[in-house]
């Protein structure tokens, strides 16, 4: 199997005071077996060599039909779990016809295959591990800071924090622990110091597989397996707990439910597990920085990406009507996500890619483009839009710190780094950058919105989110790079607009208003 472009919307993790060698260059992958998986993962690597995953959508709110379950054993299929809340039901079949066939079945919505490559007898692709901060570097770098009083001891360096007038927010309250954000990722390592105080095992899970495995420790990443989650993680709620970092929200609870697996590979089912699971626990917050593989837009003129994107939307929308506000990353290409057509190189990115145009307004990435879901474009040290993030004219909602090349975008001292800092699995820090940072920095505030009015509805989160954030104008014209070249082109007004949307966020009025 030809190793996979990792799906996370990440740039890179260096240690801290490194120069970027190169924005965006994505890290590589590492070798895993089924022996050395959580249970759900190892449940998909046993799987037959031949079969493919799918989704079968139904009505909601009923088991499946005896007629349907027939249907689909019939088809060659086997079924792995029903959502029966959102009518989707994962199966796994070894038959090339298995969709087309029940897309006939009497109550079958849609129904399509969730990848193009079977599902992996072992996992065969390598991740390296990144360059991070070691236990030496930390010290260094927290005497170099300078830490006031009442900070933690690499605050200093997250320029970010100020850019969204998140430490001012802190004088004010941290958030609740009544609040929880969940982190649907590549699993987050809950025994790092500045995650532990505030990590929340209930609403934790292993979703890799479609179906929910709650074996402890089982949302953690591998060894071998992508950092993101919990980089992510951290630049939420990291504790103020005086080691480390500070999150944006760092009075609130974090989970973890893991929806990647060992090749990096986001799929459907474990997206719509991920969200079901955050629906059923109390989840108050769910952060997105992915987009599910093996499509970037899913065009629903296609029956197989139509069944994706029809199972995805019930999922996300079942976490909404059960509390939960949906944010997700817009991405990293540059893209304007409201263009006509969007020429799509990358997929399907689990097989083999072609290129293809698309019509954004049809073929969606998934979960950002979903209706409800709040889409946050990134910002850079300078409060630009980042040199590589999507945009959009009514597709961005907000934006918020993501990080960008320190050539482009440096920071004020003390800050050394124009990318993001965050927690690192075993206990240690680094940089990443991408839309990825950006998306749990708003996740982050609309945390403390939910602290501060503890009864309001997602609708009512995501008003105050918008109504709070600060009117950025357009940047125009744009030459991030500087080189004489518009690089891209806003559009709209200073408070609605295709680089910042509402504008950026604002944690101060998330927890005065």
Same mark, same amino acid.
């Not at 890290?27 to 046993?46: F, I």
């Not at 079945?105 to 991740?127: C, E, I, K, Q």
């Given at each position: 199997?030809?190793?996979?472009?990792?799906?996370?919307?990440?740039?890179?993790?260096?240690?801290?005071?490194? +120069?970027?060698?190169?924005?965006?260059?994505?890290? *590589?992958?590492?070798?895993?077996?089924? +022996? %050395?998986?959580?249970?759900?993962?190892?449940?998909?690597?046993?799987?037959?060599?031949?079969?493919?995953?799918?989704?079968?959508?139904?009505?909601?709110?009923?088991?499946?039909?005896?007629?349907?379950?027939?249907?689909?054993?019939?088809?060659?299929?086997?079924?792995?779990?029903?959502?029966?809340?959102?009518?989707?039901?994962?199966?796994?079949?070894?038959?090339?016809?298995?969709?087309?066939?029940?897309?006939?079945?009497?109550?079958?919505?849609?129904?399509?295959?969730?990848?193009?490559? *079977?599902?992996? #007898?072992?996992?065969?692709?390598?991740?390296?591990?990144?360059?991070?901060? #070691?236990?030496?570097?930390?010290?260094?770098?927290?005497?170099?800071?300078?830490?006031?009083?009442?900070?933690?001891?690499?605050? *200093?360096?997250?320029?970010?924090?100020? +850019?969204?007038?998140?430490?001012?927010?802190?004088?004010?309250?941290?958030?609740?622990?009544?609040?929880?954000?969940?982190?649907?990722?590549?699993?987050?390592?809950?025994?790092?110091?500045?995650?532990?105080?505030?990590?929340?095992?209930?609403?934790?899970?292993? !979703?890799?597989?479609?179906?929910?495995?709650? /074996?402890? $420790?089982?949302?953690?990443? @591998?060894?071998?397996?992508?950092?993101?989650?919990?980089?992510?993680?951290?630049?939420?709620?990291? +504790?103020?707990?005086?080691?480390?970092?500070?999150?944006?929200?760092?009075?609130?609870? &974090?989970? $973890?439910?893991?929806?990647?697996?060992?090749?990096?590979?986001?799929?459907?089912?474990?997206?719509?597990?991920?969200? =079901?699971?955050?629906?059923?626990?109390?989840?108050?917050?769910?952060?997105?920085?992915?987009?599910?593989?093996?499509?970037?837009?899913?065009?629903?003129?296609?029956?197989?990406?139509?069944?994706?994107?029809?199972?995805?939307?019930?999922?996300?929308?079942?976490?909404?009507?059960?509390?939960?506000?949906?944010?997700?990353?817009?991405?990293?290409?540059?893209?304007?996500?409201?263009?006509?057509?969007?020429?799509?190189?990358?997929?399907?990115?689990?097989?083999?890619?072609?290129?293809?145009? =698309?019509?954004?307004?049809? !073929?969606?990435?998934?979960?950002?483009?979903?209706?409800?879901? &709040?889409?946050?474009?990134?910002?850079?040290?300078?409060?630009?839009?980042? #040199?590589?993030?999507?945009?959009?004219? @009514?597709?961005?909602?907000?934006?918020?710190?993501?990080?960008?090349?320190?050539?482009?975008?440096?920071?004020?001292?003390?800050? /050394?780094?124009?990318?993001?800092?965050?927690?690192?699995?075993?206990?240690?820090?680094?940089?990443?950058?991408?839309?990825?940072?950006?998306?749990?920095? =708003?996740?982050?505030?609309?945390?403390?919105?939910?602290? /501060?009015?503890?009864?309001? #509805?997602?609708?009512?989160?995501?008003?105050?989110?918008?109504?709070?954030?600060?009117?950025?104008? !357009?940047?125009?014209?744009?030459?991030?790079?500087?080189?004489?070249?518009? %690089?891209?082109? !806003?559009?709209?007004?200073?408070?609605?607009?295709?680089?910042?949307?509402?504008?950026?966020?604002?944690?101060?009025?998330?927890?005065?208003?």
């Amino acid at each position: 199997m030809t190793a996979p472009h990792p799906r996370l919307r990440r740039a890179i993790a260096i240690p801290l005071g490194m +120069a970027m060698a190169s924005a965006l260059a994505f890290l *590589p992958q590492a070798t895993a077996t089924a +022996a %050395d998986l959580p249970a759900a993962d190892a449940l998909t690597a046993a799987a037959d060599g031949t079969s493919l995953s799918y989704v079968v959508n139904v009505r909601p709110g009923h088991a499946p039909s005896a007629h349907v379950k027939k249907a689909i054993a019939e088809a060659g299929g086997t079924i792995v779990t029903s959502y029966d809340q959102i009518g989707v039901i994962v199966v796994h079949s070894a038959d090339p016809g298995f969709a087309e066939a029940v897309r006939t079945v009497r109550g079958v919505h849609s129904a399509g295959a969730t990848r193009t490559a *079977p599902l992996p #007898s072992a996992a065969t692709t390598d991740m390296g591990t990144p360059k991070v901060l #070691s236990a030496r570097e930390a010290a260094q770098a927290a005497e170099a800071a300078g830490a006031a009083d009442g900070q933690d001891p690499l605050q *200093p360096l997250q320029w970010d924090l100020p +850019a969204i007038k998140a430490d001012r927010a802190h004088e004010k309250s941290l958030g609740s622990s009544e609040v929880t954000v969940a982190v649907i990722d590549t699993g987050v390592d809950d025994t790092h110091p500045d995650l532990a105080p505030n990590f929340d095992r209930a609403a934790s899970v292993n !979703c890799v597989s479609g179906k929910p495995d709650t /074996t402890d $420790g089982a949302w953690r990443p @591998g060894a071998a397996e992508s950092p993101h989650g919990t980089h992510v993680a951290g630049e939420i709620a990291a +504790a103020k707990n005086g080691v480390g970092m500070t999150g944006v929200a760092p009075g609130v609870k &974090v989970a $973890g439910i893991k929806v990647s697996n060992p090749d990096g590979f986001f799929y459907t089912e474990a997206v719509v597990c991920g969200f =079901v699971w955050a629906a059923e626990h109390g989840v108050d917050v769910t952060n997105n920085s992915y987009y599910t593989d093996p499509w970037y837009f899913n065009c629903t003129d296609d029956p197989d990406q139509k069944a994706l994107v029809e199972a995805v939307t019930r999922a996300a929308k079942y976490a909404e009507r059960k509390g939960a506000v949906n944010v997700a990353a817009a991405g990293n290409e540059n893209y304007d996500l409201a263009a006509d057509e969007i020429a799509d190189p990358s997929s399907p990115n689990d097989s083999t890619p072609g290129e293809r145009v =698309v019509d954004p307004s049809r !073929c969606y990435d998934i979960p950002t483009q979903l209706p409800g879901v &709040v889409t946050v474009a990134a910002t850079g040290a300078k409060g630009l839009k980042s #040199s590589f993030s999507n945009y959009g004219r @009514g597709v961005v909602d907000i934006a918020a710190p993501g990080g960008d090349s320190t050539a482009y975008q440096t920071p004020a001292p003390p800050a /050394t780094s124009g990318l993001i800092l965050g927690t690192l699995p075993g206990g240690q820090w680094g940089y990443m950058a991408g839309t990825s940072m950006a998306s749990p920095h =708003v996740a982050g505030v609309a945390a403390l919105i939910r602290s /501060t009015h503890p009864h309001a #509805s997602p609708a009512l989160v995501k008003t105050l989110l918008y109504a709070q954030a600060d009117a950025t104008p !357009c940047t125009d014209p744009y030459d991030i790079d500087g080189d004489g070249k518009v %690089d891209a082109v !806003c559009e709209g007004p200073k408070n609605r607009n295709g680089f910042y949307g509402w504008g950026t966020a604002d944690a101060l009025d998330a927890v005065t208003r």
